[in-house]
């Protein structure tokens, strides 16, 4: 059988909800309680019935009071053609979703702590676990940040490699030093982004990288490289 105080304890939090007003919180589900049943019972039994209700039905405030995601997954469906620009978007997307929710947990606590100063019953295990909940938030915001770093990082040295390949004559070498005088003063702006140092020791350490692999150069030696072709194997440039 049911228990009647979560059933009044649901009932409140749909209400509200439905009502469209104001956020869904112990505060506000304690006060519709009491005003439905005439009696609301501990903040202890509230909470714990509301955390139940929250997770049951998915709650989102920022979310549903916003409006934030079908502009945001919008905004990011339209976003970029490119594979790099999609990867951007993907962990933009990720970063965006998971900034929402660690300031709904960080909200939440600081709500709970308020009012717990006018409860005196209310539980430290529901702060406790908020805290945790804001921890992990945090490390996989980290997590994805760190991830959009790296797929930006490669997505700018594919490029930079593109424009190597087309620097480089079709039947001379040329010293690494003039390959990189020779590229975009775009990609030498945007790299002061990236972790690597912009430097001609950077540039030769990219194109050995994928000679290395039988990929697009082949060393004249003397710091001279030019494009690999059909008679040098691997794929040439």
Request: proline share 2%; charged share 35%; aromatic share 6%.
């Amino acid at each position: 059988m049911e228990d009647p105080r979560r059933w009044e304890v649901f009932r409140a939090a749909d209400q509200i909800r439905a009502e469209g007003k104001e956020r869904v919180s112990l505060r506000t589900v304690w006060a519709r309680v009491k005003l439905n049943a005439g009696v609301a019972g501990n903040n202890q039994c509230v909470g714990e019935h509301l955390a139940e209700w929250t997770r049951d039905r998915a709650y989102s405030p920022i979310i549903e009071l916003a409006g934030l995601p079908e502009a945001v997954e919008t905004g990011l469906a339209k976003a970029g053609v490119a594979l790099w620009k999609a990867a951007e978007a993907e962990a933009a997307a990720i970063n965006e979703r998971l900034r929402l929710r660690m300031e709904e947990a960080v909200a939440a606590e600081r709500e709970l702590r308020q009012e717990a100063l006018g409860m005196v019953d209310a539980r430290d295990a529901v702060i406790e676990a908020q805290r945790s909940e804001i921890a992990w938030f945090v490390d996989e915001l980290e997590r994805q940040k760190e991830h959009l770093r790296t797929v930006k990082a490669r997505a700018f040295w594919l490029r930079v490699i593109q424009e190597i390949r087309e620097i480089l004559p079709e039947r001379e070498a040329l010293h690494v030093a003039d390959i990189t005088q020779r590229i975009g003063a775009d990609l030498v702006q945007e790299a002061g982004e990236h972790v690597q140092v912009w430097s001609v020791e950077t540039v030769r350490g990219a194109i050995d990288e994928r000679m290395y692999r039988n990929r697009y150069f082949v060393t004249e030696g003397s710091g001279r490289y030019r494009k690999r072709r059909a008679e040098d194997g691997g794929v040439a440039g």
